[in-house]
């Protein structure tokens, strides 16, 4: 079985982020894993709040997953700073994630935004 990895936020409401992510690679025949960038406080009617994860331990789940498994190809999501982007892309080069899925989260369905300023330009 072929496995994947997905790299974003957790949506509390699971229409969007790692959540939905899984749905999607369970219906396709993949095996799911997964990287939490950040937390969110949301659901259809829009998001309360969010924590971003530290970059530590976004790198540190990174490394955890593409040490023990072979990830055949990666999917990004909310990547809430320019620090996390950092860490993500360092990721892709050091583990040779050749597929890649590039999802700009900036906003929730509902307007809310999810991008730190800084990461706007990263």
């Known amino acids: ?6 790299i974003a936020g957790s949506d ?9 992510d899984l749905k999607t690679f369970a219906a396709l025949g993949l095996y799911g894993t997964s990287v939490i960038t ?7 009617l829009g998001v309360k709040s969010f924590q971003e994860i530290s970059p530590e ?5 990174i490394e955890a997953i593409c040490t023990d498994f072979e990830v055949s190809a990666a999917k990004t999501g909310m990547l809430a700073s320019s620090k996390i982007i950092d860490v993500v892309v360092q990721a892709v080069n050091r583990y040779k994630i050749a597929n890649l899925v590039v999802d700009p989260v900036m ?9 730190l300023p800084d990461a706007e330009e990263a």
């Open 38 to 44: 950040a937390v969110t406080a949301q659901n259809t």
């Open 1 to 6: 079985m072929k496995i994947s990895l997905t």
């Open 12 to 20: 509390s409401g699971a229409g969007a982020g790692i959540q939905a």
């Open 57 to 61: 331990i976004v790198s540190d789940q």
């Open 107 to 115: 906003l929730a369905k509902s307007g809310d935004r999810l991008l």
